[in-house]
């Protein structure tokens, strides 16, 4: 560590050398100088943009290889390595139009960036104009409807992403490099990052665990902060939104700035608090309100050499849990104290129904805090990354009105680490090798245990290139992982109560723990350019997931799910190969992509009925039908694609069309009946049409306005897991949604005052429920006949950003 320490410490001596980026930028069309053109250095975080004459000029840059993104909203963007002597290096750059959106420059962590055409691994982008000029309720509602995305709800603040039909264990969250650990194991444990921090996610459609290790099976999704302003400027920003179905209120307020000399310092605080939810068949669903708060800030240097940060945070949120139950005439109930020692149900009042107070007699009390240190720094021959980061995350769950203590409380503590070097490009080819790992504590601190507390430790290094010449790019790369885990014994008595170490009439039900798995993985991948227009690309990726303590350690009545669960602790790592084969056509009016995919699964980690020896259900408690299921292990696959067409007239780029397609089936291929072939939780086909008109003037006070519908239709899914009552299908549903805004100016400078943008989804107030909508399965309405809860109505939603400070 002492090495470390003294290596960063003579990091300023090492890049004492400059150099400085000059040249010019036009549009290739008309040679016509491009202003605000932002050319940027991703791996030192600086950069610079266009003025009025087309110039920019970029000082301070250490001398050596680099990768600079040219982007510029309307037109292609533009990412090569440049390699900088001392003093100034000038490079001119030609922008051609492209139709649509812009396509982002992807940073994924292993390379030092690729377009999303270029990468032969499937990737995906969101962005925060995307993000504003949309309606969603949460962080993972915000990207649900990109091709191949859906998201497992358990109503509107509680959602699990879903990449390609692979959910919970099967996909990693990162949060600015660090993963983000929140007892993802759960079907209601939602993830705790402050949705209005983001300002771009990237998923990676397809195995992670190159990049990440165990969890990485079926994709990752990451998160992505905000870049500092440039050096001696200072920004803020004033974030509210409302929205009508459940009265949500939303505010986040920040404040940025970077001195002339590179320190930086960022401060951010939002806040969230809704009411219940409600549809035009439930009316008010009770037991859907939350609230949010969360601060972060980030503190650092940006030098020449390249940057040091440390970041905070503090994520909390208290939210309700629908539990569906009625009475006969359709209300919803709710526990009520009746007694010392009694409580009961009783119907829920108008009042309590229409207002926003948390029922602290049945919610989740959730806290995550986090730390990191992120480092990058130039070295004579290449690059250095370093991440470190500790969070704790405290999950309590409260389910009586008897006591003020959490029935379940779950501790986490992570520690993770990533670093990684990165070679100098030279003659095309980019290296990089390293390492990455996680230190999980889980200790149960409640009333009640349902699962016993564990220790794992995870550590993987990696090796990764990629070669990229004028029409090809390719990449690949071999990682080996291991991950030690340590479980808890576990007890329990006649009566269903478990705890870790024995009490009296208790016997042994899990005799702990401790194991290894190793699991090597790999990827590889070319995208080659069959004209200027037609691109083609294929990539092979092998993932594996190790198991979960409750598929390992289970032994008992899930409280939850209202089964007897048995886990089987010689469970063996999930295993999977996944193909991608994709086309991409670009012209400057057109852009249309389409891709296939089959993820083969080996030892695919589910739980089966069990049954007596007379072929019978399995039941412990004659007095109580709960049904017994036990994990097993056997193979599946996953199979299916996306398409996505963008057009926007050159003629006329003021109309912009866009439509997606995405399908996803899949085969449990150890099951030996039809009703259980299919796996859980798997989205229905889905076609979404939007049609978008856009103007960037109207008057002196009105500039970038967009109006926008679209129309999205889902389609039947019959394809369900009906065996033992898991799933039923699903009828399918069209909803409307329609959205307009834009940026209002004024003042001296001309200066935006703010920035308003308006939705309305689901215009004519369809009542449905969605495939992945765990509210569905809830008891059934005797006034009705309708099972389940359905999802939101129409909801309208208001948001204007107001600007604050001034650049550079």
């Known amino acids: 560590m002492r090495q470390l320490l003294l290596l960063f410490l003579l990091l300023p001596g090492l890049a004492a050398a400059q150099a400085v980026f000059t040249g010019l930028i036009t549009d290739k069309t008309n040679r016509e100088p491009l202003t605000g053109v932002t050319v940027y250095f991703p791996d030192l975080r600086k950069g610079s943009a266009s003025d009025t004459s087309g110039l920019f000029r970029v000082a301070d840059v250490p001398p050596g290889s680099h990768k600079v993104q040219v982007r510029y909203l309307g037109y292609k963007s533009q990412l090569r390595t440049i390699r900088l002597p001392d003093g100034e290096t000038t490079t001119n750059f030609v922008l051609e139009p492209e139709a649509g959106l812009l396509q982002e420059v992807i940073v994924t962590g292993l390379t030092t960036g690729a377009t999303v055409k270029d990468s032969p691994v499937p990737i995906m982008t969101y962005n925060k104009i995307q993000w504003l000029q949309t309606s969603s309720t949460n962080l993972v509602d915000a990207v649900g409807k990109l091709p191949g995305m859906s998201q497992i709800t358990t109503g509107v603040g509680l959602s699990k992403p879903v990449i390609r039909g692979l959910g919970f264990n099967r996909v990693i969250t990162v949060h600015d490099g660090v993963r983000q650990e929140d007892n993802q194991w759960g079907e209601e444990h939602a993830l705790q990052v402050d949705e ?329 991948g070319a995208t080659y350019a069959l004209s200027g227009r037609w691109t083609v690309k294929a990539n092979l990726g092998r993932g594996f997931r190790a198991p979960s303590t409750p598929e390992l350690s289970a032994n008992g009545e899930h409280t939850g799910t209202f089964r007897y669960e048995i886990g089987s602790p010689n469970l063996r790592s999930e295993t999977s190969w996944q193909g991608d084969l994709g086309i991409n056509y670009e012209s400057p009016s057109l852009n249309i992509t389409a891709s296939l995919f089959q993820n083969r699964i080996n030892n695919y980690t589910y739980s089966e009925k069990v049954f007596d020896r007379f072929g019978r259900d399995s039941i412990v408690d004659p007095s109580r039908p709960i049904l017994t299921y036990r994990y097993t292990q056997g193979n599946a696959v996953l199979f299916g694609g996306e398409a996505q067409v963008i057009y926007n007239p050159q003629l006329a780029k003021w109309f912009h069309l866009t439509g997606s397609y995405s399908l996803v089936r899949s085969r449990n291929l150890s099951a030996t009946a039809d009703s259980s072939r299919y796996l859980p939780f798997l989205p229905p086909p889905r076609v979404i049409t939007q049609v978008k008109f856009t103007k960037a003037e109207a008057g002196n006070h009105w500039h970038n306005l967009y109006a926008q519908v679209e129309v999205e239709s889902n389609a039947r899914q019959n394809q369900a897991l009906l065996a033992y009552g898991t799933e039923t299908q699903t009828p399918g549903y069209t909803l409307i949604n329609l959205g307009a805004g834009g940026d209002i100016v004024g003042g001296k400078a001309n200066r935006t005052l703010f920035s308003l943008y308006l939705t309305v989804q689901n215009v004519f107030d369809v009542a449905y429920q969605s495939h992945q909508n765990r509210l569905k399965y809830f008891g059934v309405n005797e006034t009705t006949g309708r099972a389940g809860v359905f999802n939101m109505g129409r909801n309208v939603s208001a948001k204007v950003v107001v600007p604050l400070g001034k650049e550079k």
């Not at 945070?313 to 020692?341: A, C, M, P, W, Y």
């Not at 702990?512 to 990827?523: D, E, I, M, R, V």
């Open 196 to 524: 209005y921090s983001i300002d771009r996610y990237e998923i990676i459609k397809g195995s992670g665990s190159l990049l990440y290790g165990s969890d990485g099976l079926g994709g990752v999704m990451s998160l992505i902060s905000a870049r500092p302003p440039e050096a001696g400027a200072w920004r803020g920003q004033v974030l509210t939104n409302y929205q009508s179905n459940n009265g949500m209120f939303g505010l986040s307020g920040l404040m940025e700035g970077t001195t002339k000399k590179g320190l930086f310092a960022r401060v951010r605080v939002s806040h969230k608090n809704a009411g219940n939810y409600q549809n035009r068949y439930d009316g008010r669903v009770y037991g859907s309100a939350y609230r949010e708060l969360d601060m972060n800030g980030t503190i650092g240097i940006n030098r020449k050499w390249g940057y040091s940060q440390v970041y905070l945070s503090n994520f909390h949120q208290d939210i309700n849990i629908v539990t569906g139950e009625r009475d006969r005439n359709g209300g919803f109930l709710k526990l009520v104290r009746t007694g010392i020692n009694s409580e009961a149900l009783q119907p829920v009042s108008a009042a309590t129904l229409n207002g926003r107070a948390i029922d602290l007699a049945n919610y989740q009390n959730l806290n995550h805090a986090k730390i990191s240190w992120n480092t990058f720094a130039k070295l004579s021959g290449g690059s250095l990354s370093a991440i470190m980061s500790y969070s704790q995350n405290r999950r309590q769950e409260f389910a009586t009105t008897l006591t003020p203590e959490p029935a379940l409380y779950f501790y986490l503590q992570n520690v993770f680490y990533d670093l990684k070097y990165y070679f100098g490009g030279r003659q095309g080819w980019d290296f990089t090798v390293g390492g990455n790992g996680l230190w999980q504590y889980n200790q149960n601190l409640g009333s009640q245990v349902l699962y016993p507390g564990y220790r794992s430790w995870d550590n993987g290094l990696f090796l990764f290139a990629q070669k990229k010449t004028d029409r090809l790019t390719v990449n690949g790369g071999l990682r080996m992982d291991i991950r030690q885990m340590r479980i808890n014994q576990l007890y329990a008595d006649t009566a269903g109560i478990f705890a870790e170490a024995a009490f009296s009439g208790s016997e042994l039900r899990f005799a702990g723990l401790n194991k290894t798995y190793s699991n090597p993985t790999a990827s590889f």
